[in-house]
């Protein structure tokens, strides 16, 4: 058997369909702090976002077989954690805000890691006065690395409207951060 880095992630699916069960736990592991971090974006809040991803990846696993082989299986996970954050934030009838926790490396000074920690709140906050129409794909584009066609596969959105609200939610960030 190839090297667990070697395989890809459909190789993956397809190897957990026809039987071999225990390699879903590879998924889960290559994808479990992406798509924890992605949730916490949308939920504002560290246990919601565990709670969501678990129910992601259970209701991935229930549906495996009915995975779309001509989409990513990135993209396709990151679909279903989008839809389910969704579902938990209206069923919360919470105004969305992100929380992000910064991690610093051990050799910075404390200056330089005071005014990092302070460029983030700052950011975060600009981020938390969006709606959530705007933040998703800002966070899949920027924070996530998700392409135009990726951002469209996951928010069922077509590229060009993709485009169209990541450049209005930079100009929200701008108006934003500069009132500040």
Known sequence: MQMQQDVSDEQLVGLVCSGELDRYELIIRRYQQKLLRYALYL????????????????KAYANLNSF?????????????VHNQAMNVVRKNKQHVSMDAVMHLESNENLEDEYVRQELSAHLHHCIEQMPILYKAPLTLYFLEEKTYVEISDILRIPIGTVGTRINRAKSMMRKVCQKK
């Open 68 to 80: 779309n082989q001509r989409l990513t299986f990135s993209s396709w996970m990151y679909r279903i």
């Open 43 to 58: 939920a504002n809040d560290e246990q919601l976002a565990a709670d969501i991803v678990q129910e992601a990846f259970i």
